[in-house]
């Protein structure tokens, strides 16, 4: 779901975060056009509207845990967190978390990947959202979805979750329209 379709239609700051973020052609190979986000971090206004959004939606959701992806999901992801009074937990590269881990692999639109987080660091029951800073193919949300809940079902990546004891529906939420200027502050509602 688009913000704009979700009560946002013609808000500015919509329009703010997408001239924030810089398009780089052909970017880490041929064919990519990588999105740019650390433009939008030097914008502290488009910045900040990035994370209230968020926060306006999530506040009053009963949210216990905002995971982040590395590394993008990690710039929002806290600010997140703190706002709506939940716990971050990060979803990390291999062998960057110290400790017991479970991991989870994925095909990325250029190559493979693998996602990796502490084991117990989301509890049965818990509701939680998964921060990225875009949807491509859907392999990294789907792969984080999956760490989030491994050992439980997952029917649809992009659809549904039978996550621990709960099914919830939720669509990606996004800032920004893909089909215009690319960019999307994506998550994913896990939980009852």
Do not use: W
Not at 66 to 78: N, Q, T
Not at 124 to 130: D, L, N, S, Y
Not at 142 to 151: E, F, K, M, N, V
């Amino acid at each position: 779901m688009f913000a704009a379709e979700n009560g946002l239609k013609g808000d500015p700051r919509l329009q703010g975060i997408s001239e924030a973020i810089r398009v780089v052609p052909h970017f880490p190979k041929p064919g990519i056009m990588f999105q740019d986000i650390t433009t939008l971090l030097l914008d502290h206004k488009a910045f900040k509207d990035t994370v209230d959004i968020f926060v306006d939606r999530y506040r009053d959701m009963d949210i216990s845990v905002v995971a982040g992806v590395e590394a993008r999901g990690f710039m929002f992801g806290p600010a997140i967190a703190l706002a709506i009074g939940a716990k971050f937990v990060p979803l990390r590269k291999p062998r960057k978390l110290p400790g017991e881990v479970i991991s989870e692999a994925y095909e990325l639109e250029y190559g493979t990947d693998c996602l990796e987080m502490h084991v117990g660091a989301v509890e049965p029951g818990e509701r939680a959202i998964v921060i990225d800073d875009l949807v491509a193919t859907g392999g990294t949300l789907s792969a984080a979805i999956r760490l989030l809940g491994t050992g439980f079902l997952l029917l649809d990546p992009l659809k549904l979750f039978h996550l621990h004891d709960f099914v919830y529906l939720d669509p990606v939420y996004s800032l920004h329209n893909p089909s215009h200027d690319g960019f999307q502050c994506s998550h994913r509602t896990i939980g009852s």
